[in-house]
């Protein structure tokens, strides 16, 4: 079964994964066309251009057998956007100026200087925490449940915000695109490590330390509180405890986005909450990966393995190049269409 893959960037993530239970064959068993001998113990494959043992699995990908795309706006700083956008509006209609400023009071000591009637507060920030945006105040109170119910909100579509569990569960649809069921084993890259391994890091979750990098959903979400609830400035503006993966102009937004990114892989994507089959990782053979599509095609297009007799002396050089041909046409593809964004770091 070859691997998914799942990207995060800055403003689009995107999924690749085979739909199809590996072992298909791409052309029917025993097909000829009449020039080609195979032997009595291999079968002739069009698509593969080469002799197949019955029941292999010929290394030719078929397009078919692959559902990927890429949800634009759905990375981590455009969906932040659209999120804090979508709270500026309902604020300007609700008018509970009065409000909020009881309630900041209550959370503040009656700070005078934090109470004005452009504050909002945000439940994905930490307790504490200001962010300047579009002529607002975002104070942080590090709510997760509150969190994870407004990123709920924002992930079928982004003009249409959902509002009730049921139909979401059942459509599993991000971005007003429903995708096929989840199967198989998946790599996470990009900002779903840099940003989970954070997590990892300023939760000082046991469970989830013991478990990285195949922890369960439940095991991130369980990790959640553990680092949103820290104050901003008494505690996680002045830790010492550093990250490698994470400026400090990212660390106020590392709550939001682990929230975002684990109830998009449950809730969005429909992974299981229990099952271990997402790794979370940087290297892959040592490698930095930075890219989805090219990836999971490439390890899935393996070169001609024993399973499959050339027809000729030299079909063997043949089929290697083009097999490497393609595969870096995949990786230079998939290098332009994926959106990774450093600055998110």
């Not at 990009?190 to 939760?203: C, G, I, T, W």
């Not at 393995?305 to 595969?327: E, M």
């Amino acid at each position: 079964q070859p691997l998914g893959a799942l990207d995060m960037g800055g403003s689009s993530t995107q999924i690749v994964f085979s739909t199809s239970d590996g072992n298909e064959n791409s052309a029917a068993a025993g097909s000829n066309d009449g020039d080609q001998t195979c032997g009595t113990n291999y079968d002739y494959t069009a698509e593969a251009d080469a002799c197949v043992a019955p029941g292999a699995q010929p290394s030719t990908l078929q397009h078919d057998n692959f559902f990927k795309t890429s949800y634009l706006s759905y990375g981590v700083d455009q969906f932040r956007h659209r999120m804090y956008r979508a709270w500026i509006a309902e604020r300007q209609q609700q008018q509970q100026d009065e409000q909020d400023e009881a309630r900041c009071e209550q959370q503040h000591d009656g700070s005078e200087q934090q109470c004005h009637s452009n504050i909002i507060f945000n439940p994905c920030g930490n307790p504490g925490n200001e962010q300047e945006y579009e002529g607002h105040v975002f104070l942080g109170t590090g709510n997760v449940d509150a969190c994870v119910a407004q990123v709920k909100r924002f992930i079928p579509h982004a003009s249409l915000p959902h509002d009730g569990d049921a139909d979401f569960e059942t459509e599993r649809m991000i971005g007003g695109i429903q995708h096929p069921p989840i199967r198989g084993k998946f790599l996470a890259m990009s900002l779903y490590f840099f940003a989970l391994d954070s997590l990892r890091v300023f939760s000082g979750n046991e469970i989830l330390e013991r478990t990285w990098p195949t922890p369960t959903l439940n095991e991130l979400h369980d990790a959640l509180d553990g680092l949103c609830s820290r104050s901003w400035h008494d505690d996680l503006s002045i830790t010492t405890t550093n990250h490698r993966f994470t400026r400090s102009t990212s660390l106020p937004h590392r709550c939001m986005e682990s929230v975002y990114m684990t109830t998009l892989l449950r809730h969005g994507y429909g992974f299981d909450p229990e099952s271990r089959d997402i790794t979370f990782t940087f290297l892959v053979n040592d490698s930095e990966v930075e890219w989805t599509l090219g990836m999971a095609l490439a390890m899935h297009a393996a070169p001609p393995s024993a399973n499959v007799k050339p027809k000729r002396a030299d079909d063997t050089a043949r089929r290697n190049a083009t097999y490497h041909r393609k595969a870096a046409e995949f990786v230079a593809h998939s290098a332009i269409h994926t959106h990774f964004y450093p600055e998110s770091l």
